[in-house]
Nanobody, 122 residues
Framework: QVQLVESGGGLVQAGGSLTLSCAAS????????MGWYRQAPGKERELVAA???????NYADSVKGRFTISRDNANNTVYLQMNSLKPEDTAVYYC????????????????WGQGTQVTVSS
């Protein structure tokens, strides 16, 4: 059983910063891409940032220059440093990982965390 556990959400004023963490645990052979998505009330879930196992990252246009994604491969952890937060960043943030459970490529699957609330006040 694979688990992704997020932490670091909370309430912050506009212009402030937060760092989200997500640790993957369980029977994992390897993790390919890891990422962060968010879902605001009444909106669809959207990709915020993603990073490959080699450290190549991509970002949504709305967060470029403000958010930084990073990962610790040794500890199966991904981080999202969020700076210059805006009220429109308010959402539930979900961690996501593409991972292989065994040596067999057919064991590849996608896991999601439970979500962590980020609220930015104006």
């Amino acid at each position: 059983q694979v688990q992704l556990v997020e932490s670091g959400g909370g309430l912050v004023q506009a212009g402030g910063s937060l760092t989200l963490s997500c640790a993957a645990s369980g029977s994992i052979f390897c993790i390919t891409a890891m990422g962060w998505y968010r879902q605001a009330p009444g909106k669809e879930r959207e990709l915020v940032a993603a990073i490959t196992s080699r450290g190549s990252a991509n970002y949504a246009d709305s967060v470029k220059g403000r958010f930084t994604i990073s990962r610790d491969n040794a500890n199966n952890t991904v981080y999202l440093q969020m700076n210059s937060l805006k009220p429109e960043d308010t959402a539930v943030y979900y961690c996501n990982a593409g991972l292989q459970l065994t040596r067999r490529s057919s064991s590849w699957t996608v896991s999601w965390g439970q979500g962590t609330q980020v609220t930015v006040s104006s």
